[in-house]
T-cell receptor
């Protein structure tokens, strides 16, 4: 079974430029998460989707970050314009309460490493 | 509110010696606790999870962890380190629905020959 797929794996941009990350979750997983992992830190949740609906976006910096999951499957996270402090690894994860028993385990993709110059 | 504190940013061991990675948690309710491992350029992988069943939890690759409520700890151990264990390890606490994971800052495990 294919895992969570993310692209691109690496991205280098100059500040003030836009950037987008794409995530394709595990087939059948209705919950999708975007995390940001700064250097030397653990991942922090940015947004959580249940199907098409963003049910927790309290940590998403809405002035420059946006996300969408139009058909309840794959998702895009966008930053416009990017700032130096946005350099981090952006992780996508997915889960389903109907797999892994009731533990709703989150499965993570490899991440996109963003460098803003 | 919930949080985890990983007591060591780096742990160095020799191959074949025991591994101990320490984690303390804070939670206002009965927590669920996890350990994830992150190898370079790879996604986070679940090692093991505690969900209020047995307090001693066995995971993959010979790792285990013990939930101690009185000490609010969930330390990760392995009897004998292997070179392939070198990675970053994250202790994680979750709310009851497992939808919100709060990660520690991570412990980098270094294994020398």
């Amino acid at each position: 079974e294919a895992g969570v797929v993310q692209s691109p794996r690496y991205k280098i941009i100059e500040k003030k430029q836009p950037v987008a990350f794409w995530c394709n979750p595990i087939s059948g997983h209705n919950t999708l998460y975007w995390y940001r992992q700064n250097l030397g830190q653990g991942p922090e949740l940015l947004i959580r989707y249940e199907n098409e609906e963003a049910v927790d976006d309290s940590q998403l910096p809405k002035d420059r970050f946006s996300a969408e999951r139009l058909k309840g499957v794959d998702s895009t996270l966008k930053i416009q314009p990017a700032e130096l402090g946005d350099s981090a690894v952006y992780l996508c994860a997915s889960s389903s309460p109907w797999t892994s028993g009731s533990n709703n385990e989150q499965f993570f993709g490899p991440g996109t490493r963003l460098t803003v110059l | 509110a919930q949080s985890v504190t990983q007591l060591d940013s780096h742990v160095s061991v020799s191959e074949g010696t025991p591994v101990l990675l320490r984690c303390n948690y804070s939670s206002s309710y009965s927590p669920s606790l996890f350990w994830y491992v992150q190898h370079p350029n790879k996604g986070l992988q679940l090692l093991l999870k505690y969900t209020s069943a047995a307090t001693l939890v066995k995971g993959i690759n010979g790792f285990e962890a013990e939930f101690k409520k009185s000490e609010t700890s969930f330390h990760l151990t392995k009897p004998s380190a292997h070179m392939s264990d070198a990675a970053e390890y994250f202790c994680v606490v979750s709310n009851s629905g497992y939808s919100t994971l709060t990660f520690g800052k991570g412990t980098m495990l270094l294994v020398s020959p």
